[in-house]
């Protein structure tokens, strides 16, 4: 890879001219509100944004939005080709390199950057960093948001980093908030059913592709994420046993927590504005999760406190979410033995993963029909919206979608819904009543659509002529008025 870690690779950030700096920048909602203004009415590409200077906060101690927030940032640090960034040429590239990939376990290390400095017993305070408060109608600061919390499985001892929310209770006390079915609840709830105390970390100023593997739901159950950042770095990621909770903690990340949770022991967490745009967990009342009890916090020198900022789309990850999940489900899809898909891409405005689009050659009758129901249950924690067009339209190009889902589709054959898939407490059509009994979350399910905009296999022949360009066309033209469509295309 070409860069060592987050610092690395923001130098190279700077040099391609995708850094803004901010200082003066307070840690409540002004911070967060600069990125969400910059990711909705800025020009693409969106930068990264490090803040420094921070009222009530020593210079040096900054933080950082929208890490993979550009095609060049995410293709510079899954090691993709960097000439060509549009979309969906990203996502392609990331759908054949990750097929590739082979599992690469940590490397351990004595040290590294990350024990520079650490902080235990009364000398903890969380708040030391600049961690922001996000919106306007939270009630608290949140200190992980572009991080990995890190676990260890009780049973079989596989090590699982995932991204849920990480809330501030007070100087050393935290708040873990991951929803039904992801790696982090089932082992959680391990520990729990077992009256066992839970070791945990978060680690945050992550080295891109940590981040990456974290915060996507594309690693299966029982292998590590380290393992997986190790195949796309094509090295091991070092990692430090950590000496208060046992875990492996990653020796360049900027900031590391360790702590534990105690069996039975919750604290009101929320409410937060999520990924979609919604507070639509219970709306703006809290809800119990597990309390987190500091132990020791590890950290560089001048720390790095990485950020996203969650919002109405689009924001800083819905893009990064885009391209993995188009390159996952292209890969399931493979892994069914379906032929004749041709790309796949999910939309920002979708949140990434809500709504998805496949372009494929229709082979055979049916087709598009299967291809949407595989589709449709990626990501497995949530979903909404799958569309199959065909090879002549772009996936990625949503004026394209929208044009074939109307003109295409007799919409009383070719819409499908299917009940009672998996879906969790932050659906947000689901009331909130419906949501709780009690304390207690309840399981929920929920409904996944598939919208078959292919022209009817049975007639495509005969099918009504297109009004458009021809390839031909467009290559003279282009070729002819190249002064004029230059500047304009």
Avoid at 236 to 264: K, N, T
Wanted: a negative charge; charged letters at 20%.
């Amino acid at each position: 890879m070409s860069y060592i870690d987050l610092r690395d690779f923001i130098k190279a950030i700077e040099n391609r001219g995708e850094l803004k700096y901010v200082t003066g920048a307070n840690w409540d909602v002004e911070m967060s509100s600069i990125v969400e203004l910059i990711y909705h009415e800025g020009k693409h590409p969106k930068p990264a944004v490090i803040f420094d200077e921070i009222p009530g906060y020593p210079r040096g101690y900054c933080t950082m939005f929208g890490m993979l927030g550009s095609t060049w940032r995410i293709a510079r640090a899954l090691g993709l080709p960097e000439d060509n960034v549009e979309p969906l040429k990203v996502a392609d590239n990331w759908y054949h390199r990750s097929k590739k990939l082979q599992p690469i376990p940590p490397g351990f290390v004595s040290s590294g950057p990350v024990m520079e400095n650490t902080d235990t017993g009364e000398k903890i305070n969380i708040l030391r960093f600049p961690i922001p408060r996000f919106h306007e109608l939270d009630r608290s600061r949140y200190f992980g948001t572009l991080h990995a919390v890190i676990q260890k499985d009780p049973d079989s001892g596989y090590v699982n980093l995932g991204t849920y929310r990480v809330m501030v209770v007070d100087k050393n006390h935290l708040a873990l908030h991951a929803t039904w079915g992801v790696h982090g609840n089932i082992i959680y709830n391990k520990y729990a059913e077992r009256k066992q105390v839970m070791p945990v970390a978060i680690a945050t100023g992550l080295e891109p592709v940590l981040w990456w593997v974290s915060c996507h739901m594309d690693t299966p159950w029982g292998m590590s994420e380290y393992d997986d950042a190790g195949a796309i770095k094509g090295a091991p990621v070092e990692v430090i046993e950590g000496p208060y909770s046992g875990l492996p903690i990653p020796a360049w990340a900027e900031i590391v927590v360790e702590g534990e949770c105690q069996p039975g022991e919750y604290v009101d967490e929320g409410p937060f504005g999520e990924w979609h745009g919604y507070y639509a967990n219970r709306g703006l009342a809290t809800v119990p999760e597990p309390l987190i009890r500091i132990k020791a916090v590890h950290y560089r020198t001048n720390p790095i406190l990485t950020c996203s900022q969650p919002a109405v789309p689009p924001h800083v990850f819905n893009l990064q979410f885009s391209v993995s999940d188009a390159a996952a489900i292209r890969r399931r899809l493979e892994s069914y033995g379906i032929p004749g898909v041709k790309g796949v891409w999910s939309h920002y405005s979708g949140s990434g993963g809500l709504f998805n689009v496949v372009s494929i050659q229709q082979l055979y009758s049916g087709h598009a029909v299967q291809v949407g129901t595989i589709a449709s249950q990626y990501p497995a924690h949530m979903g909404a919206y799958t569309v199959v067009v065909e090879e002549d339209i772009d996936p990625s190009n949503l004026d394209q979608v929208l044009w074939a889902m109307v003109t295409r589709a007799r919409l009383d054959r070719q819409i499908h819904i299917i009940p009672n898939c998996h879906t969790n407490n932050v659906h947000t059509a689901i009331p909130p009543s419906e949501k709780m009994a009690g304390n207690k979350q309840k399981l929920l399910t929920a409904a996944r659509v598939v919208i078959d905009a292919c022209r009817d296999l049975s007639w495509k022949d005969e099918w009504y002529p297109i009004a458009r360009m021809s390839p031909e066309l467009r290559t003279r033209l282009v070729d002819k008025w190249k002064s004029v469509l230059s500047g304009l295309l």
